[in-house]
């Protein structure tokens, strides 16, 4: 495609975060500090409980939306708010941390695979010292469609070929679907124009014509253009996600993310003064 343009090409870089949960970090690092509205990517994989088992004990977030994909294994999450909720495989947290949240994320099993994805999505300035708020939503609520070629498509935000997800927002307009290949086949998929976009491979082999590139599992690709298309080897699950830019200044310190530098400052001393979480609960 004539207007298909490659941003980067990446591949996770071995980490750790919250109380020593292993991961890999896929946006966010120094060959890909952001994807304008996305700030993070990560997956965490590993049926080695001391792997994960720490988790995230309690931390704040403020000006950004937090979305967490699980694909096996269960989490809890719970905040200052008294909100409590499981996320189990196939499932979907979106929270939108807005003026603050302090929340944790601990695993729910003591042994057995947990795998996921945690990507960060910006705010605009108008939003970020919005009300916090939480979509939870169980494996049913993604709309699943198996396509003529067999492939499974789970809809998680925006629309994809006309199949709406349970996640719409305005400013950013993301979209993210989950795709699950058994076999060997092409895939297409339309995407607005102006976004920013990215595919990662969680699982198998892709080509990806336009680019001139095969993408290995642990592989992210990022990219601009209306239409992607995919070839995949095989076996293969692949998340495609796309977002409006925001074109506002990132400033980003930690669990913060915000425009100015000021409004960065303000955000640590609301957090150590306890103030963040009283205007949460004013929103």
Same mark, same amino acid.
């Given at each position: 495609?004539?207007?298909?343009?490659?941003?980067?090409?990446?591949?996770?870089?071995?980490?750790?975060?919250?109380?020593?949960?292993?991961?890999?970090?896929?946006?966010?690092?120094?060959?890909? +500090?952001?994807? @304008? *509205?996305? !700030?993070?990517?990560?997956?965490?994989?590993?049926?080695?409980?001391?792997?994960?088992?720490?988790?995230? *004990?309690? $931390?704040?977030?403020?000006?950004?939306?937090?979305?967490?994909?699980?694909?096996?294994?269960?989490?809890? $999450?719970?905040? $200052?708010?008294?909100?409590?909720?499981?996320?189990?495989? %196939?499932?979907?947290?979106?929270?939108?941390?807005?003026?603050?949240?302090? $929340?944790?994320?601990?695993?729910?099993?003591?042994? %057995?695979?947990?795998?996921?994805?945690?990507?960060? !999505?910006? &705010?605009?300035?108008?939003?970020?010292?919005?009300?916090?708020?939480?979509? @939870?939503?169980?494996?049913?609520?993604?709309?699943?469609?198996?396509?003529?070629?067999?492939? &499974?498509?789970?809809?998680?935000?925006?629309?994809?070929?006309?199949?709406?997800?349970?996640?719409?927002? /305005?400013?950013?307009?993301? &979209?993210?679907? @989950?795709?699950?290949?058994?076999?060997?086949?092409?895939?297409?998929?339309?995407? *607005? #124009?102006?976004?920013?976009?990215?595919?990662?491979?969680?699982?198998?082999?892709?080509?990806?014509?336009?680019?001139?590139?095969?993408? /290995?599992?642990?592989?992210?690709? =990022?990219?601009?253009?209306?239409? &992607?298309?995919?070839?995949?080897?095989? +076996? #293969?699950?692949?998340?495609?996600?796309? %977002?409006?830019?925001?074109?506002? *200044?990132?400033?980003?310190? %930690?669990?913060?993310?915000?425009?100015? =530098?000021?409004?960065?400052?303000?955000?640590?001393?609301?957090?150590?003064?306890?103030?963040?979480? +009283?205007?949460?609960?004013?929103?």
């Amino acid at each position: 495609m004539a207007d298909f343009k490659v941003l980067k090409r990446a591949r996770g870089i071995p980490t750790s975060d919250g109380a020593g949960v292993r991961l890999n970090r896929v946006i966010g690092t120094t060959q890909l +500090k952001n994807l @304008d *509205p996305f !700030l993070m990517l990560d997956e965490f994989r590993s049926d080695r409980a001391d792997d994960y088992i720490a988790g995230f *004990p309690p $931390h704040p977030h403020r000006g950004f939306e937090t979305i967490t994909y699980m694909l096996q294994g269960s989490m809890k $999450h719970e905040d $200052h708010l008294g909100n409590v909720g499981v996320l189990s495989g %196939g499932g979907v947290q979106w929270m939108t941390a807005g003026a603050g949240i302090i $929340h944790s994320e601990m695993p729910m099993q003591e042994d %057995g695979m947990l795998w996921g994805f945690q990507f960060w !999505l910006n &705010l605009p300035a108008s939003e970020k010292m919005k009300a916090p708020s939480y979509q @939870d939503l169980a494996p049913k609520e993604i709309p699943e469609v198996v396509d003529d070629n067999g492939v &499974l498509r789970r809809v998680v935000a925006g629309v994809s070929k006309g199949v709406p997800g349970p996640v719409q927002r /305005e400013a950013t307009q993301p &979209l993210m679907v @989950d795709f699950r290949v058994s076999q060997s086949t092409a895939l297409e998929h339309d995407l *607005p #124009a102006g976004h920013k976009s990215f595919i990662y491979v969680y699982e198998g082999n892709l080509d990806v014509p336009d680019a001139g590139v095969t993408l /290995e599992q642990g592989e992210l690709l =990022a990219f601009t253009g209306s239409l &992607l298309r995919m070839n995949t080897q095989g +076996k #293969a699950g692949v998340l495609l996600v796309s %977002g409006k830019p925001l074109l506002e *200044p990132i400033v980003q310190h %930690g669990p913060f993310v915000m425009n100015t =530098a000021q409004e960065i400052q303000q955000a640590i001393a609301d957090y150590q003064n306890g103030s963040l979480a +009283k205007e949460a609960r004013r929103c």
